[in-house]
């Protein structure tokens, strides 16, 4: 099981930091991702992060600034958001090699 958390309503500017704690098993084995989809817009990647070695990858939106980490021994992974824009604005999941996904957490940044 995934389960998000964290997000909210922000100022343009301001800065989230979302949670994705997983239980039940091991996960491990797959690389975790957060995505997010906007209102009338498909699902699209933003980050990603292997609990081995901490490789991580962004979508050249965000890059710069979101940070996607690790806590093995939590089992979770986190997303901060910072200088938020308010077309960052979108339910965001978290998944486990896109073979498992969390229920979604809404973030709306207001200009």
């Known amino acids: 099981q995934l389960q998000a958390s964290g997000g909210g309503l922000v100022q343009a500017g301001g800065s989230l930091r979302l949670s994705c704690a997983a239980s039940g098993r091991t996960f491990s084995i797959y690389p975790m991702d957060w995505f997010r989809q906007a209102p009338g817009k498909e699902r699209e990647f933003v980050a990603r992060?292997?609990?081995?070695?901490?490789?991580?990858y962004y979508a050249d939106s965000v890059k710069g600034r979101f940070t996607i980490s690790r806590d093995n021994a939590k089992n979770t992974v986190y997303l901060q958001m910072n200088s938020l824009k308010p077309e960052d604005t979108a339910v965001y999941y978290c998944?486990?090699?896109?073979?498992?996904w969390g229920q979604g957490t809404q973030v709306t940044v207001s200009s």
């Open positions: 992060i292997r609990w081995s070695g901490g490789h991580t």
């Open positions: 998944t486990a090699g896109q073979a498992y």
